[in-house]
């Protein structure tokens, strides 16, 4: 009955213990910055979470084997799917990636420096990772052992998303274009911008491989899309639930996403380009860094890791799938000619006489 009971309980305790860090590391950064106060509530969060990325980092290398005797009592007891080939790529990304990205994000904050396009590289990095990891949870093979740990991914799930509305509603981090050299760029046709062409292309083909394997998850009897999943990645039918739910996202958010892009490409002066093409780099790149990564994990069942006989074609396409986003957004923040909304010349001496 006593160990029934100290079953329990421990779980809870351990939930209290987490909040409880949490709640310390925020006073402790409170405390070191009372007498400079930072202006932005986001440095706050970034130093926050960069405490966790620390935890995240030697929990994935204590799963792999390269650490021991830090993390096991509470993979056992509070998240243990957290030894998930998704989860350990997952913190990998989140102790390498986003601590980096924290500490730059701090530096410049704390150096009066830009930073709103980082934050939004970060923003779409991060919820594209707990969207997916929060619901896998739920819906995959760990959905009966979900224990009250599992409430310690809600603040980085939702904190995010405040983080993203905030940045997006910030004035854009722009550089000085003359308006006679964006009215010149937007006057020419798709087809004398031969890179903007390209990268149509490749969001109509991206369009329909996210609607290829979207199907797949969802068990679409065509002969193609079995024999592709059966073939080439049988990772999407590991019933551990993230390739799954990743999928579905991919297939209801980023699919029209990338439909928008293609619209902006043809379409002058569609300014949320500069920013929307921003977030869904780092959401792109964390889902595909945590896929790729987990189909090829020793801790995946054979049966649904990459082939051995395929694996470079289907590197090749995950990784032409993740990249793409990153040089398109690089594009559309070095070279923003086209996406500037430019009033009209006659609007523009009506408001000179007016004033």
């Known amino acids: 009955m006593i160990q029934s009971l100290s079953l329990h309980i421990l779980p809870v305790v351990i939930l209290e213990i987490g909040v409880a860090v949490l709640v310390a590391v925020f006073f402790m950064v409170y405390i070191a910055t009372r007498y400079n106060p930072p202006k932005d509530p986001l440095f706050y ?45 997952m913190c990998y990304w989140d102790g390498v990636v986003h601590f980096i990205i924290y500490l730059i994000l701090v ?18 990095s991060l919820c594209g990772n707990m969207i997916v990891f929060v619901p896998g949870i739920v819906v ?18 939702l904190v995010p998303i405040w983080g993203a509305v905030s940045l997006f509603s910030r004035p854009r ?11 010149r760029e937007q006057k020419k046709a798709l087809i004398w911008r031969p890179l903007d062409l390209l990268f149509v292309v490749y969001l109509v083909a991206s369009m329909g491989f996210t609607v290829f394997r ?8 065509l002969e193609i899309i079995n024999r592709y999943v059966t073939e080439y990645e049988p990772y999407l039918k590991d019933p551990v639930g993230f390739p799954k739910v990743m999928m579905l996202l991919l297939l209801f958010h980023a699919l029209p996403m990338l439909g928008s892009f293609a619209y902006g490409l043809c379409t002058p002066g569609c300014t949320w380009m500069l920013d929307w093409t921003v977030y869904f780099a780092g959401a792109i790149l964390q889902c595909q860094w945590t896929h790729i990564g987990a189909s090829l994990h020793p801790r995946t069942a054979e049966m649904y890791r990459i082939p051995t006989t395929v694996l470079v074609p289907v590197l090749l396409l995950n990784l032409l799938y993740a990249v793409g986003p990153v040089l398109l957004a690089l594009r559309c923040k070095r070279e923003p000619d086209y996406f500037l909304s430019i009033a009209p010349v006659g609007q523009t001496n009506n408001d000179k006489k007016s004033s």
């Open 214 to 221: 979207g199907l797949a998850v969802l068990d679409c009897p």
């Open 140 to 157: 995959g093979k760990y959905g009966s052992e979900i224990r009250p740990a599992f409430w310690l991914n809600m603040p980085f799930l």
């Open 107 to 124: 530096h410049r904050m704390s150096n009066s420096q830009q930073y709103r396009t980082l934050g939004l590289l970060w923003a779409g």
């Open 45 to 89: 969060v970034f130093a926050e979470f960069s405490f966790t990325c620390v935890i995240d980092l030697t929990s994935a290398l204590e799963y792999d084997g390269f650490a021991s005797g830090f993390m096991e009592f509470y993979q056992k007891t509070g998240e243990p799917y957290l030894g998930t080939p998704y989860a350990i790529m």
């Open 173 to 183: 981090d722009m550089p000085l274009v003359g308006a006679s050299k964006a009215e």
